[in-house]
């Protein structure tokens, strides 16, 4: 799994996700997530279109995540999930709580908007 950051402004922070968001891939990347989005305290858009797998600890960090930026007036967005992770996003709830673009320059205007 790895993570790289796209772009950064005052309102957000752009970052990508590559490979499987499965025990092993969360964990190699979850503190690296929690520093570029959680400890900025801006809004984050992360771009899925490289993740092949989505499971439930990927959930879990995407909602402990989102939960914690909450708490700052911040949002987690997530953007251009491949379809069988979408439908993992769709099945488990998770688009209720965080919100999920179809294309990067909607959730970039998202996140300017409410930053």
Do not use: C, W
């Amino acid at each position: 799994m790895e993570i790289k950051e796209i772009g950064t402004d005052d309102s957000y922070t752009h970052l990508a996700l590559i490979g499987r968001l499965d025990v092993v891939g969360v964990g190699d990347v979850e503190n690296k997530f929690i520093g570029y989005t959680v400890s900025r305290k801006k809004n984050a858009v992360v771009d899925l279109a490289g993740v092949s797998f989505l499971g439930s600890m990927g959930i879990r960090l995407f909602l402990s995540s989102a939960k914690a930026l909450d708490l700052e007036n911040k949002k987690l967005i997530l953007v251009n999930p491949k379809p069988l992770v979408q439908e993992v996003l769709e099945t488990s709830g998770i688009t209720n709580l965080i919100a999920l673009e179809d294309n990067t320059e909607a959730a970039i205007l998202k996140a300017k908007e409410s930053a």
